[in-house]
Every structure is written in structure tokens, then in C-alpha cells.
């Protein structure tokens, strides 16, 4: 029996979309969902924006793809989507790594970071990458490096301008990312906020 729960803490996830969606000018939204699950989430979503939905899991379910999301974002043009949502039951840095290698220009990223006993078996070698730590490293301080450094794994990974990284108000063992990515400039600025 597993212990996941899909979209638990809904409505610290929920606060955190429509603080950056209620940002963007284009409509309908093109929307990438990486984990749809039961699409709770965008479900409701679709109901208050003008949504171009496109929901991909690894479990069958009608009006969605079903594959492995990093596969799909390593060949898929990113340059389609307005947002991306990775919302892992763990650690979502093959994604984030694969979403900032490609992505030139404007883009929302919601990022759903894992960090209890099952998150914390879940950050693997993605997150030592990106942190640039060795592969032996623990598992326990790969985690408590990246909590100390998160702004520093974005903005370092990102090919494009990193302009806002929001963290909606953390719950227990997991935390709620949105980082907002703008085309390339030379002066590098943002800024991180933690909403309520």
C-alpha cells in the first residue's frame, strides 16, 4: 500500500499558482502538468484561467499522455508551454535540470521538493549535480546543502534569466517552489519571496 497522497497541502499549492499565474499576460495558459496524478490540481486551475492543458503521467487515465515526464521534456520543444508543473512525490531535479538546459525565454516552473524520509531517497544524483557535490555524498547532507543553497541550484542551472523564485509557505516535510524565467539579459538579478 503506498503512502502518497496526491495534492496534499492543496491550497498552499494552489496560492502559490495563482500568485504567478495572476502575472501572466498570455491566455489561454499553455500548461504542462508532469505528475497530473488525479489532475486535482489543474483541474481546478482550468476552472478560473483560460487553460491549454496537457496533463502526462505514468499511469493510464483518458486525455493524457502517459510517459515518463523527464522523457517527455528531454524531446518535447518547452518553447510550447507557458508553464511547466513538476509536482514529484520526491525530488524534482532531473525535471528542473532538464526544463533549465533547454528553456531560452519566458516560462513559469512550479517545483514540489520532497524532503522527508521518502524525499530525502529521492534527491539521487540530480540534486548532487546540480548542487556539484560528489556522488558519495550523503544523502542527508546533499539535502541540507540544497535547502541552504535553493536559490543558488536555479539561478545556477538556468541558461536563461531566473527573475522571481516565490515559495509558497512550506508544509512539514515538503516545500512549494515557482520560479519565473525571462529571456537572457546580461545584468543577472531576482528576487525570492516566501508568501503566506
Known amino acids: 500500500m503506498s503512502d502518497q497522497v496526491d495534492n496534499s497541502h492543496g491550497a498552499a499549492k494552489l ?13 489561454p495558459l499553455r500548461v504542462l502538468d508532469c505528475c497530473a496524478g ?11 484561467y483560460k487553460v491549454r492543458y496537457t496533463g502526462l503521467d505514468v499511469k493510464k487515465k483518458a486525455g493524457r499522455l502517459k510517459i515518463d ?6 524531446s518535447a520543444d518547452l518553447t510550447s508551454f507557458d508553464v511547466i508543473d513538476v509536482d514529484t512525490y520526491g525530488s524534482p531535479w532531473e525535471h528542473w535540470e532538464t526544463i ?8 513559469v516552473v512550479f517545483l514540489t521538493l520532497g524532503l522527508g524520509a521518502r524525499g530525502l ?10 548542487l556539484g557535490v560528489p556522488a558519495n555524498t550523503p544523502d542527508a547532507l546533499v539535502l541540507s546543502a540544497a535547502m541552504e543553497n535553493l536559490d543558488v541550484m536555479i539561478t545556477g542551472t538556468a541558461r536563461c534569466e531566473v527573475l522571481e523564485i516565490w515559495e509558497g509557505f ?5 516545500r ?3 520560479i519565473k524565467l525571462g529571456p537572457k ?6 528576487s525570492f519571496v516566501l508568501t503566506k
Request: charged residues 30%; hydrophobic residues 30%.
Open 100 to 107: 533549465a538546459r533547454k528553456v531560452r525565454g519566458p516560462l
Open 170 to 174: 512550506p508544509h512539514g516535510d515538503t
Open 69 to 74: 515526464s523527464r522523457r517527455y521534456l528531454e
Open 185 to 190: 539579459k546580461s545584468e543577472k538579478t531576482f
Open 176 to 178: 512549494y517552489i515557482g
Open 121 to 130: 531517497t529521492c534527491w539521487g544524483y540530480a540534486a548532487r549535480r546540480v
Open 15 to 27: 496560492a502559490l499558482r495563482r500568485q504567478l499565474l495572476n502575472g501572466l499576460e498570455r491566455r
Open 38 to 48: 488525479s489532475e486535482q490540481m489543474w483541474g481546478t486551475l482550468r476552472q478560473e
